[in-house]
Every structure is written in C-alpha cells, then in structure tokens.
C-alpha cells in the first residue's frame, strides 16, 4: 500500500519542473510585452504613414487634385489652377517629410532649443546673429504678388495636412520628442519658413569663409617669423597656390556675345547646324575650346542679382550625342544626409498656360514650393557651385557702444531677441551690427579667436593700418559679417521663372533673379541649344580682395557694389560642344572683376572633360555613357603617388606587399579595389605627415587643394616641406617611407594582413544618420532612424565625390546627393535617383529604398509623360474640395 506522504510528494513537480515552468513563464511574459512593446511600436510607426491612395477631402481646394505615386513614392501632382497645384505640392511634402521641415525651419528660425533644449542655445544665439528668418519675411513682403501666392497656396497646403493629425500622428520623432518635451506642438506653416531654407542652402554653400578662417588664423599661429624652415607668407602661398589654368580647364574660356535679357533674340556663338563642324575638330584633342566671342558690355539688369558647395554638372551637345540632341547630367555634393535633402516630385498643370504654366519635373526641397533643378516641356537645367567669394571678415574696432570708421567714433546697431528653452529658462540675447553686418565673434571659436589676434590675419597690405588715428586704449577687436544672402533678394522668386523658361534669353533673366546661393546654371533645350550662365549678386570690392580679413575703420575696403549681370560669365553653343562645370574656375584671370581665389583646382573638371572627348571622338554619346562618367572613381593624385612610391625602400615584408598593390593600379577608387584602400590610408598618413603633425598644425580641410600642393612637391625633393623635426624627418624618401609604412599598420588593424582581402569600399562606407535623434547617443533611439552601413566607392575631389575628413575618419560624410541624366531627346528616356528615398518617415518602405541603387550608380526611369507617368503609377490619391 502506498504511503500517502509519499503519493503526495510524487504528485508534486520537481525542483527542475517548477523552475522549468518558472522560466517558462518568465519567458512567456516578456514575450508577451516584447510583442506588446513592438505592436505599439509598430501602431506608433505606421499611424504617420501617409495615405497615398483613395482620396481626402481638404478645406482649401478649388477643385480636385490628383496625386500619382509611383513605387518610389515619387508623386507627380497635376491641378488646374497654380494655387491648388502649390496646395497639393504642400499637402504632399508634409504627408512625407514634415518632420525634416519642421527641424529645419527651427534651425533657420535659430529656435532648435525649443525643441531640443538648452545644448542647441548657443547655435540659436549664432543663427539668430545672422538673421536668416528676419532676411527671409523681408523677401516675401517684397514679392510680386503671383509668386507670393504661390508661397502661400503652399503654407495653406502644409497647413492642411497639420490640421488631419498632430503628435505621432506626424511622424515617430514626434513621440520621441514627446518623452523629453511633452509640451512641443508644430506652429502653422508660414510662407518665411520656407524661403528661409534658401539661406540655410546659401550657408551651406558660402564658400571661402572657411578658407578664409584658416587663413587667418594660420598666420595668427605663425606670427610675423619662420617656422620649420618655412616664412608665414610662403607657407600661405604654398598651402592655398593659384588655381593650375596651364592644366585645368576654365568653364568660360571666352564669354559668348548674348542679347540682353529681355530682347527677343538670343545671338549663338555657334547655333547647333553651324556647330558640326567645329565639333569634328574639337573631339580630336583632349584641350578645351574656347567659346567664339568676346564678352559685350550690355545693361545692367533691373534689380537685384546675385549669389553654392561641390558638384558636377556638364551638358553636351547633339553634334555629339546619339540622338542628335543634348544631354544634361548634373550631380550637386552636399552633407549627407537621411532623409536626403532631396525630394523628387513633378508639378503638371490640367492645361498648360497664362493662368497656369507649370508643366516641370525634378528636385525640390520638402518645405519649399516649386522644382530647383529639372526640366519641363522646352528646357533642361542643372545647377553647381560657382564658388564665387561672397562672404568677407570685417575687423571692427570697438569701443563701448561704438565703433571706429574712417577716423571716427560711430554707433553700433542694436537689437535684443529672446532665446526660448526647451525645459529651461529663457536666454535675452544682444545682436550687434555694424555697416558691414553683424558680429559673429564671442559667438564661435574660431570668429573669437581672429578677434583675439587680428593683426597678422588682416589683409597684407592693411595690416598697418590696425594703429586706428584716435583709437583709445580700452578698444578692443570684433569680427563682423559680410554676406550677400544677408541681404534681401529674388531667389524665391527665381525658381519659378527657371520652372517656366522655354528659351535660354528666359532662362537667362531666372538666372538675374538666381541671387543667392552664387551657382553655375548649364542649359539645354529641345531645339538643340545649349549654354551656361553665372547668375548672382556677385561683389564688387575695394581695395582688398576677400582673401584675408579686412580693416572695417577703412571703408575704401568696403564693396562697392556688384558685377553687372550682362558683365557675368555666359556660354551659349560653344565650339567645344560641351560644357563642363565643376566647381573649377569659372573663367580665365584676365577676366574684368575678381570672383574669388578659392576656387577648385579642377581635377574633377578635366576629367569629366577628358572623358567627354574620349568617348566621343569613338562614337557618339548616350545617356549611359553621362551615367558612367558620372561614376568615375579615378583619384587624380594616386598615379603621382603611385609613381613616386616605387622607387622607395621600406621597412617589412607586409609593407612591400602593399606598396606593389600601386604598381598595377589604375588609380579608380572603386569599391572592391584593395589598393584604393591601401592608396587612401597612404594619402591621409602622408598628408598628416607633411601639414598636421607640426608644432603649428596646417589645415587639411580641402582634399583638391592638397592634391595640388602635394603634386608640387613630389616633383620637387628639396622642397622644405618634407622637412618636419616633430617627427624627425628631413627627406621626401623618409616621409614617403614612414607614411606607407604607418598606412601598413593602420589598414592591417583595420581589415587583417592579408592584404588581397582589403578593401576601400568597406573602410569608406556611409552610415546614414538623422540629423536629430541618429545622433542622440542613445542606440536604440539611433537604431531606430539611421541605416546602413553602406560600402561605397570614389573619394574625395573625384568625380564620384564622397568626401571624407582627413586625419578623422575614411567614412564617407559628404555626397552626390542625387544625379540625374536628361535626355532632350525624350524625356521619359531621362533618369534619376537621390540618396535615400522619398519618405521621412522611418521603417517606411520608401525611407531608403534609394541608397543601395546610389550607392551603385543605377538611375532609374524617369517618367514624364502622361503615358509614361499613367503606367508608372503605383498609387493615386485625389485631394477634393472641402466644404
């Protein structure tokens, strides 16, 4: 018989089953909230999905609008009426992108503390100094009222889409703004917020002023004596050298003779029949052609004209091309970015006309109504930095309340904003001006330090002039800003006269209109024309230059004023064929007015040119040859590099083996190659060799213009810059030496010994971020945004031009933000992409859905059309009145 203690005990689990069952349990549970935790993750992400398809009735409309979305997500928006087209195009950057216009109205608003708190106070204080949104209502009150009904058919259309949903609604951000700033709401959409993106751009692509600030202060550190055998002036002549015109080609060799804008004819330097022979020459050889004519002083255009960063941009001829007519190929480099500053759309009037002539397609900017570079039914354009210098450094002499200027004591400009904090208490902030423009310095480091010790950073030839006659002790220094896009201007108004252009005198007077950023403009059109025009409102200066810092007491180096536009630099059918622009100097130096020192040294201009000539002179062009060059990895200083390092002994098997990597290279920085990995780490340990590891470290910022100084000095040994004592060596054989041994060690570190398996794709891939919550040093918040990495090619001043900080980081940071081949042909044989995708809205199936495609050079099919457009669509969304 059976004890019953002991039926009692073998009924009971054991230790191991009730653990068991415990853990289950355990396990169960956090399953179960893991899976909780991911539905409302997944719920929250996808409420501020937009709806694409169906249709939505909107207070605001005129009559309906329809939405055609491919499976990109790229819409194509058609209406009747200009005001409905604008409200739509609204409706839809918001349905995608609003987030990223919310953040970026508040960074050019200098209120991102509002949103993030009192770490982005300081940068508030700065963008409040320059005033963007204060410039920007200025040039909306001055609109003409057509456009301005434009700006605000648009705002009415965010603003729409603002009133369906609010929080998480808009997008995942708003919920993880929420956990910090539980009070944030977005405001309406106004038309100030978008135009003032324009300044954000111009600021982003002001040029010299970074060269200009290392200037300065490079000859502050190195004060009026040597240093490593070395005299200041000669080290900022050697580290900043004249751009290479024996070498590199200029976009405007010769300025063709054009009518005025305004006059009905536009005179050819060649027109597309008469071109064919000149052509048959040109392709023969690898110089570039001059234009046919010289330039004609013509009328100053009426009102304002004026003012880019990196890119290519190039347009050839149909007397070289297939199809007989030109193609367009434009790739603008700027900051990566996710989403992509990009956001292709197409705007399509019912019927086209006076009332409503919009019929264009391309990239705009979510925020800002219109299309900044494509075509429409007649023309096709792109745009480049012109890298003109239109921002200079005053040094202000300041005494209490007041300022000295020409002799005498004269007011400063006053006025007080308020800095409102996220969580925090307000900040009164003090914004001083002078005639030039406002103070930046006590706001940054280095503006500070140029204030600190201006004397060896002024301009060579005022430097004498820092003894101010009745200058009191107790003056101190400032630095003030003087900017053309701190003035008001016509940019916004100039994108919808490039939008509507259908000839190039048309696209000559948007270009008048183009004032700031400073651009190159390539043209093409149907008739088989193509051309280039400098727009902007370019300054004219005194007796200084812009290269250095200027004396403010001494108003004779004040501008003057600005170039004519009929004076600026214009190409139309160049005998050539082709133009070609590419941040390189934009005109010859015997040119009548200075628009800067600082331009790209051209590398990446002759090879697009040189490219173009080869391939033509076989057979005529495509749209996949535009699509290849556009791709070209080639690294311009690796074959001297490569050149040089093979008559140096080093040091270890290991590096030997590297070194012979060089030997069989053709120089292209593809993704793959192990000896463009090997050559760009052997590049970067050289460059901080010969100009960082010094007792007065020398700037390494600009990748093109070391090329150029490093070249120089392979080709001359006794040169005194392969001397450097704080790494004791003392010959080009030595640096060359210790560098690729240094790139050995630092390369095997990184991808092992083996040095077959290298590769530069890997070391130089882009990981995108989000410029607000992908950096909050919170990993599951960043996991939750950023993407990648992705492995790419190309390099810093290539053609395919993802740059990398030197002595920072072989990661790629700045990019081909999007590059687009046009087809005058046939538009719908056209094709397109951009970084990452049409959507902002992360885990969207639309967020990145780009990136591997970028990251290869595939373009996809770029539908114009109604035909081709109808049978692209994915989606349609109808947009109908409300009542």
């Not at 192990?674 to 901080?688: D, G, K, M, R, T």
């Not at 640096?735 to 398996?757: F, H, K, N």
Request: proline share 5%; hydrophobic share 40%.
């Amino acid at each position: 018989m059976t004890d019953p203690q002991d039926s009692d005990v073998s009924a009971r689990p054991s230790l191991g089953v009730r653990i068991g069952r415990i853990s289950f349990l355990v396990v169960a549970a956090i399953v179960v909230v893991a899976v909780a935790a991911a539905f409302f993750v997944t719920w929250t992400i996808q409420r501020s999905f937009p709806q694409t398809s169906g249709s939505i009735e909107l207070s605001g409309l005129s009559s309906e609008a329809t939405v055609q979305r491919d499976e990109l997500g790229i819409p194509t928006i058609t209406a009747d009426t200009t005001d409905d087209l604008f409200f739509a195009q609204g409706f839809v950057h918001a349905q995608d992108r609003f987030f990223e216009m919310d953040f970026r109205r508040h960074v050019t608003a200098g209120r991102v503390a509002e949103m993030f708190g009192e770490s982005q106070a300081s940068t508030d204080a700065f963008l409040r100094t320059l005033g963007w949104r204060t410039v920007a209502e200025a040039e909306v009150e001055a609109m003409d009222e057509v456009t301005r009904s434009y700006y605000e058919a648009y705002a009415d259309g965010v603003n729409a889409y603002l009133a369906s949903r609010s929080g998480a609604q808009l997008s995942l951000e708003y919920a993880v703004l929420g956990m910090q700033n539980a009070d944030y709401a977005p405001e309406p959409w106004q038309p100030a917020d978008s135009v003032a993106w324009l300044k954000a751009m111009a600021w982003d692509l002001r040029t010299n002023i970074g060269d200009e600030t290392e200037r300065s202060l490079l000859a502050a550190d190195l004060g009026v004596e040597t240093t490593d055998s070395v005299g200041t002036n000669e080290i900022l002549e050697k580290l900043y050298p004249e751009y290479p015109f024996d070498e590199n080609p200029v976009i405007v060799p010769k300025v063709s003779t054009v009518a005025a804008v305004g006059t009905d004819a536009t005179a050819a330097s060649f027109t597309p029949a008469e071109q064919d022979a000149a052509i048959e020459q040109a392709i023969t050889t690898v110089e570039w052609e001059e234009a046919s004519s010289v330039v004609e002083a013509a009328s100053l255009l009426v009102g304002d004209v004026g003012e880019g960063i990196g890119s290519n941009s190039w347009v050839v001829s149909g007397a070289l091309t297939e199809s007989g007519l030109p193609l367009l190929a434009n790739d603008p480099h700027l900051g990566a970015s996710l989403p992509s500053v990009w956001y292709q759309v197409q705007l399509k009037c019912s019927t086209v006309g006076e009332e409503c002539p919009f019929d264009v397609a391309g990239f705009s900017f979510s925020g800002l109504p219109g299309v900044i570079i494509g075509h429409n039914q007649q023309i096709a354009w792109g745009f480049t930095n012109l890298g003109a210098d239109v921002t200079d450094l005053y040094i202000e002499r300041i005494e209490g309340d007041q300022y000295w200027r020409d002799g005498a004591l004269v007011p400063l400009e006053e006025r007080m904003e308020t800095i409102k904090v996220a969580g925090g208490d307000d900040i009164d902030l003090t914004i001083r001006s002078t005639v030039h423009g406002p103070i930046i310095s006590g706001l940054t480091k280095d503006f500070t330090a140029i204030a600190d010790a201006p004397e060896p950073g002024l301009e060579a030839d005022s430097a004498a002039a820092v003894a101010v006659p009745g200058a009191e002790d107790e003056a101190e220094y400032a630095v003030s800003l003087r900017w053309t896009a701190l003035d008001p201007g016509t940019a916004g108004t100039a994108i919808f006269a490039l939008s509507t252009a259908q000839n190039f005198d048309e696209f000559r007077y948007a270009a008048s209109l183009f004032d700031v950023p400073a651009q190159n403009l390539v043209y093409a059109d149907t008739e088989g024309n193509i051309g280039y025009q400098t727009p902007g409102r370019l300054p004219v200066r005194g007796a200084g230059d812009g290269w250095l810092p200027q004396p403010g007491w001494d108003s004779s180096y004040d501008w003057t004023g600005y170039i004519p536009f009929e004076e600026l630099p214009v190409s139309y059918n160049p005998a050539s064929g082709y133009i070609v622009t590419a941040n390189n100097a934009a005109v010859t130096d015997d040119y009548d007015y200075l628009l800067t020192r600082d331009w790209d040294y051209g590398y990446r201009a002759e090879r697009i040119a040189s490219l173009i000539e080869r391939r033509s002179a076989i057979e005529p062009l495509t749209a996949e040859d535009m699509r290849e060059i556009q791709m070209d990895n080639e690294m311009w200083v690796g074959t001297p590099l490569a050149t040089a390092m093979a008559d140096i002994e080093v040091t270890g098997a290991g590096t030997a083996e590297a070194v012979a990597l060089l030997e069989a290279w053709d120089a292209q920085n593809s993704a793959s190659s192990p000896a463009a990995a090997y050559a760009n780490v052997l590049w970067s340990n050289l460059a901080q060799n010969i100009f960082v590891k010094r007792e007065v470290p020398l700037p390494v910022a600009d990748q093109s213009r070391l090329f150029t100084v490093v070249a120089a000095m392979l080709d001359d040994p006794a040169d005194p810059l392969w001397t450097n004592p704080q790494i004791d060596i003392d010959s080009m054989e030595q640096m060359l030496a210790l560098s690729a041994e240094q790139a050995y060690d630092e390369l095997s570190a990184l991808q092992g010994t083996t040095v077959s398996r290298w590769n530069w794709g890997d070391l130089h891939a882009i990981t995108l971020t989000s410029e607000t919550f992908g950096s909050s040093g919170i990993a599951p918040i960043e996991a939750l945004f950023n993407r990648g990495p992705y492995p790419v090619g190309g390099g810093a001043s290539v053609v395919n031009a993802t740059g990398w900080s030197l002595g920072v980081s072989y990661a790629t940071t700045s990019v081909p933000s999007m590059r687009m081949v046009i087809d005058l042909s046939d538009f719908d044989a056209s094709t397109w992409n951009h970084l990452t995708g049409a959507s902002g809205h992360a885990f969207h199936a639309n967020y990145t859905d780009q990136t591997k495609d970028w990251a290869a050079g595939i373009q996809t099919p770029w539908a114009y059309s109604s035909e081709a457009v109808k049978a692209a669509t994915a989606d349609t969304l109808i947009l109908t009145p409300g009542s």
